[in-house]
């Protein structure tokens, strides 16, 4: 078994290169084999979707719910690691049946696990851990020097190579490299992309010729680094990239994701050879088409999640393999459950997942077992991080959007001899819990979050969920009293968050609720026009013209909104103030002119006024 984890991996623009000839090896791995649409869980973020790939469980099992990690003597914030993680993963359940594993790069694996084979854990990787502490870096620990030294070549990314993915003269390159901007600096991070793609494929490689392992598990970050970085430059031009800022990096993705099939081409080579089974998955999707927003940026922590898409890529190669030429449909659940059951191992008793079967010849479901008491998980001695290094790591997760400012610094030590839960870790727990559904999952989404606001009581983020929690539980009048404190405390967008909030009323049949939410949030944005003419749609529903005609009429004068004219339209002709409402119309029609049903209502007002007359 090789299989091969591409963060982000999509099929719109996998499928797009392949057509167009710049990802033959992808064209090739999907043609001949069998693909599926693989649907991630939220919250969709890399370290938790990646231990429920490995481990075949979800995170309120495996338990590692962040990209920090609590110190239990300090509370010092450190990088997410493998002493998180509660269960043993599938190169634990490899090792234990008498297999041989490689397992390189995978996220949340440090320090190395002691497997039979090779292991490399995550801190390989120059993205976000470079010159970090190394210790405990690679098992058996006399790989460390060899590793270090292939990270240490293939690493290094000139301005004359960086070149060839940005139409950027490299002296221009040279200098933005050696500003004191760092990881804030797109070519930098663009670089160490790239570099960290040749390093870990090298070094996966290497040591995969030389033992030759049952199961080899590569993952490899710049896939997703790449499209938060450039998803928003890719043809066609989105109206908020600049042309220049076009002109420079619309290729870049392109040429990025070239170098990806170069390494995807090695791997399927060495599987040909060896009469391996070839699986390639992603963690999620990402947004490359029309679903792209100028409304947040793909690299702000408040909105770089918004560019991922909730489907990803699975796909498997090789002599066992059912090709297909229709995409199936799976769960990321699913993919260990497969990758045991082609391998002849046992999977964790509470996983929900199951094998694809329809996907392999003489493929058969897997035994169950209790592998979290029966298999033990031995890990190396890691160095401690100090706080200048666990501050450098929080200010690269930062650069790649990943946490915002507000979650930095150290909170209460929670104690025991394991790490302990962030704030975000507990918001993402409930997260995950409330999407579950059921009243006991509810109940403890609920607890999971005021157990974030315990650890952060400004957040507004947990502030927010609690509420969407409480409203599903039907506990209305807290649910809104909770979504104003969220706003109080900074929730993004808030405007829009009380548009969804009524419009959720609305449509649920809650008027009372509805009103209450846009009274509140008209009288705390005086200035918001869409919120004042959903107030006085609301109100003009219910037949209350005169409300409906208070709430909307300051924007009158001002407005250049079609849907506000017309709101008002309706109102005035309500009240019986017919010619003004005629005024209104032509306004409107004057803006967007094929409205038909404004058409309509002039038409009618204007037959109306006549009959009067």
Known sequence: MIWLGLDGFDFELVDRLAVEGRMPHWKRLSSEGYTARLTSFVPILSPIVWTTLATGVGPDIHRVLDFQQLDPATGMRVPISGNSRAVPAIWNVASESGLTVGVVGWWATHPAEEVKGFFVSDHASPILFEGLPRQGLAFPPSLSAGVEQISGRESVVSSEELARFVAVPAGEIAAARGSEQGLSNKLVLLARAIGATRAESRIARELYDRNLPDLTMLYLEGTDVVGHLFASDVPPRMSCVSDADFARYSHTVDEYYALVDRVLGQWMRRAEEDGATLIVNSDHGFKWGEDRSCDGGSFDPATAGFWHRLDGVFAAWGARVNRSGERGHASVFDVEPTVAALLGLPVERRAPGRPMLEAFRGLSPPPRK???????????????????????????????????????????????????????????????????????????????????????????????????????????????????????????????????????????????????????????????????????????????????????????????????????????????????????????????PDQKTVIESLDLLQKSAASIH
Not at 498 to 521: I, S
Not at 542 to 552: E, G, Q, T, Y
């Open 370 to 592: 209790d592998l979290a008491s029966e298999i033990a998980v031995r890990r190396l001695a890691a160095e401690p991080m100090s706080e200048k290094e666990a501050s450098e790591y929080s200010k690269r997760l930062m650069a790649l959007g990943y946490l915002s400012g507000a979650r930095s610094g150290k909170l209460a030590p929670p104690g025991g001899d394991r790490p302990g839960l962030t704030e975000a870790a507990w918001n993402n727990l409930g997260l995950y819990l409330s999407n579950l559904g059921g009243e006991a999952h509810m109940a403890a989404a609920v607890a999971a979050f005021q157990k974030s606001l315990e650890l952060s009581p400004g957040d507004a983020t947990p502030k927010l969920h609690l509420a969407e929690a409480r409203r599903a539980r039907g506990e209305q009048r807290e649910a809104i009293d909770l979504l104003f404190q969220a706003i109080a405390a900074g929730q993004s967008s808030p405007e829009r968050v009380v548009l969804d909030w009524a419009m959720y009323y609305d449509v649920k049949g809650r008027e009372l609720e509805a009103r209450t939410v846009l009274e509140r949030g008209a009288r705390l944005y005086p200035d918001d026009e869409p919120i004042h003419r959903a107030l006085a749609l609301l109100f003009f529903k219910a037949k209350d013209c005169r409300s409906a005609d208070a709430a909307l009429s300051r924007f009158e004068t001002t407005t250049h909104e079609p849907q506000t004219l017309n709101t008002l339209g309706l109102v005035l002709a309500c009240l019986g103030r017919r010619e003004e409402a005629v005024v209104l119309f032509r306004r409107s029609l004057a803006l967007v």
